[in-house]
């Protein structure tokens, strides 16, 4: 997947920082805090660049990726905070408490395009899958939430396993039942996820497909765009 990219180089103190940004809002796309379920919604282009996002991040160890989600259109389905998404990997020492500085900070961005490597991708979240069944396996997506943003820390292979579930949603969610009356379809979800201690229900992100109105753009696929379902409001 070709994806295009801002990437921006501020300083904190003596720090330089890599951060970048989709170059186009993923505008039809939000993100519901987990309290602790919480609900990803997106159409097709948002979850497939979110797995593009996921994947390029499995692979920048040294970059921070920052998805605005907050101020995107709001669904008409979901409820709770709708939040910022922020990846980073474990190595890198991100401090959510200075997210709002490096934030701040950003200014300019130049234009970057980078190619993922979907073969790649999905190797490395197959080894995922495999030492995440076995007993005592601690490769999972450490996250938190501060300042309207939901960060994720995570390594190489449990972003890639998380690509692969936005590569799904993107893929099934045009085919469930239901999304072509504009309600959402619960797909997939975020793999990996640290469980607070104590028991309690555990943290959970919802991946769901829920195509933008008006719904008359929407073809599932095999359906002929020449031949779409009427909507209720057609006669």
Not at 15 to 25: A, G
Not at 187 to 208: M, T
Request: net charge positive; charged share 20%.
């Amino acid at each position: 997947m070709q994806l295009r990219l801002l990437q921006y180089r501020p300083r904190t103190g003596p720090h330089e920082h890599r951060v970048v940004q989709p170059h186009r809002p993923l505008r039809h796309t939000s993100l519901f805090a987990p309290a602790p379920i919480g609900l990803l919604l997106g159409d097709h282009d948002g979850l497939n660049r979110l797995a593009g996002l996921f994947s390029f991040a499995a692979y920048s160890r040294h970059t921070v990726v920052h998805v605005p989600l907050r101020d995107t259109l709001p669904p008409d389905e979901g409820q709770g905070e709708r939040v910022d998404l922020v990846l980073a990997h474990h190595s890198y020492g991100l401090r959510p408490s200075r997210w709002p500085r490096l934030r701040r900070a950003l200014g300019q961005g130049t234009p970057l395009t980078v190619r993922t490597d979907e073969a790649r991708t999905a190797r490395d979240a197959s080894a995922w899958r495999e030492r995440a069944a076995l007993p005592g396996c601690r490769d999972e997506l450490r996250h938190t939430l501060h300042a309207r943003t939901f960060f994720l820390f995570g390594s190489r292979d449990v972003f890639a396993e998380a690509a692969m579930s936005f590569a799904c949603a993107a893929g099934w969610g045009p085919r469930q039942k239901g999304v072509t009356q504009g309600r959402l379809a619960m797909v997939s979800n975020l793999p990996g996820l640290v469980q607070q201690p104590g028991g309690g229900h555990p943290h959970e992100v919802l991946i769901c497909f829920k195509p933008y109105p008006p719904l008359t753009h929407f073809t599932p696929p095999g359906r002929s765009a020449r031949r779409r379902r009427p909507t209720a409001a057609s006669p």
